[in-house]
């Protein structure tokens, strides 16, 4: 039985059939999620060279070139196959950059493990996991209902939870990296986590 919501199983079944548009909305769904794992990936290892969008584009593409090779039924499954693309692609760029055409596995490994890792912390290290009713009737992953919402956030409060949380970065860090005072970043971090909490309730 299929644990994706009506309107997922609906856009799935379309797109298997080859409707491109319901294929595009499907995909389209997962672009603020793979954003994000984007973003951190490229803010560890390419130093802002590519743009997170850019990087989600060309995953995108892909997947809709080879849709037909997708044999889950769940959104995690799908989430988990559009990962493996976004990681295909990043090993690409990061291959690029350090101007390396050999294969890395320990690149590959742990790129893999860190792609895994911040989708766990998407999933519930900034909050508790709660079954709220409209996750019950979407079913849709707390990880992709986050990074929707940070989305949202104007972008110094979405960049500051990226580094924080996502990054692990000491505030110190992130007070460089934002070109901030220290004691102005603390206040941005405890604003931008009461917008995010709000957005997150308003989903539910």
């Known amino acids: 039985m299929s644990d994706v919501g009506p309107e997922l199983e609906r856009q799935l079944r379309l797109a298997r059939a080859g409707d491109g548009t319901a294929l595009g909305q499907l995909l389209d769904s997962y672009r603020n999620y793979l954003t994000v794992l984007a973003r951190v990936q490229i803010g560890r290892r390419l130093q802002g060279k590519v743009d997170a969008s850019d990087v989600v584009q060309g995953a995108f593409l892909q997947a809709h070139r080879h849709f037909g090779q997708f044999r889950g039924q769940s959104q995690k499954e799908l989430a988990g196959w559009l990962r493996q693309i976004l ?118």
């Open 87 to 204: 990681l295909s692609n990043l090993l690409n760029l990061v291959r690029h950059y350090q101007s390396s055409r050999r294969r890395d596995l320990r690149l590959e490994r742990d790129l893999a493990v860190e792609l895994d890792q911040s989708s766990r912390d998407l999933d519930g290290a900034m909050f508790a996991k709660q079954s709220t009713p409209s996750q019950k009737a979407s079913h849709r992953e707390q990880a992709v209902l986050l990074a929707d919402a940070l989305s949202r956030l104007p972008e110094d409060y979405r960049e500051v939870i990226i580094l924080r949380h996502l990054e692990g970065l000491p505030f110190t860090e992130v007070a460089s990296r934002m070109g901030r005072s220290l004691d102005s970043v603390d206040k941005l971090w405890v604003r931008a986590l009461s917008r995010l909490r709000r957005l997150m309730r308003e989903e539910s």
